[in-house]
């Protein structure tokens, strides 16, 4: 069956960096694009950006441009999102979403939790 | 940045009568292949959000009947038919695009009454 197994909670201080990473299983790691999509305490779901894991190209939502960076090791199945400088209002359960926009393929992550805090 | 604008923005529902949410994005969802392509997702209590919808109207694998979607150009529903316990948190649109930047909307939260 399809799995994507995200990485522990992570604690960081602020302007350190945090590396989440989405471990895929049960399918052609390649053939999906991961997406990436956080959700701070008690708020909604925001999308931050995908991977395409055949190519490696990325697209980042314009407000994490410059702190978001997505990579794939396609030897591992393994997506990667790594955010940089770090600030309080980054705290957040970070997601992975591998899914295809016609066809029906959508699978998650459990979710990771990062928590910003000096 | 596409802006997609749902409502309402809470949603109480008496068990087994139907509910509706509207969502409007700022632009067209329509690609060069002619199709559309609108997503919404479901986010129960403590939970992962999982997809319901794709293309405006595609139930995903497992996705129960009394869930609908519709709508064209930038005006999107999604229906519940008959409401039951389960379907009870935030429900989502998305355009569903690798082409576009994409935005959630603010959600909808649904409750029982």
């Known amino acids: 069956q399809v799995q994507l197994v995200q990485s522990g909670a992570e604690v960081r201080k602020p302007g350190a960096s945090v590396k989440v990473s989405c471990k895929a299983s049960g399918y052609t790691f390649i053939h999906y694009y991961i997406h990436w999509v956080r959700q701070a305490p008690g708020q909604g779901l925001e999308w931050m950006g995908w991977?395409?894991?055949?190519?490696?190209?990325?697209n980042y939502a314009q407000k994490f441009q410059g702190r978001v960076t997505m990579t794939r090791d396609t030897s591992v199945s393994t997506a990667y999102m790594e955010l940089s400088s770090l600030r309080s209002d980054d705290t957040a359960v970070y997601y992975c979403?591998?899914?295809?926009?016609?066809?029906?393929?959508?699978?998650w992550g459990q979710g990771t939790l990062v928590t910003v805090s000096s | 940045d596409i802006v997609m604008a749902q409502s309402p923005l809470s949603l109480p529902v008496t068990l087994g009568q139907p509910a509706s949410i509207s969502c409007r994005p700022s632009q067209s969802l329509v690609h060069s292949d002619g199709d559309t392509y609108l997503n919404w997702y479901q986010q129960r209590p403590g939970q992962s959000p999982r997809r319901l919808i794709y293309?405006?109207?595609r139930r995903d694998s497992g996705v129960p009947d009394r869930f609908s979607g519709s709508g064209s150009g930038t005006d999107f529903t999604l229906k519940i038919s008959r409401v039951e316990a389960e379907d009870v948190g935030v429900y989502y649109c998305m355009p569903g695009t690798h082409w576009l930047p994409n935005t959630f909307g603010q959600g909808t939260k649904l409750e029982i009454k």
């Open positions: 979403e591998a899914y295809s926009p016609n066809s029906p393929f959508d699978y």
């Open positions: 293309q405006v109207s």
């Open positions: 991977i395409n894991p055949n190519a490696g190209n990325t």
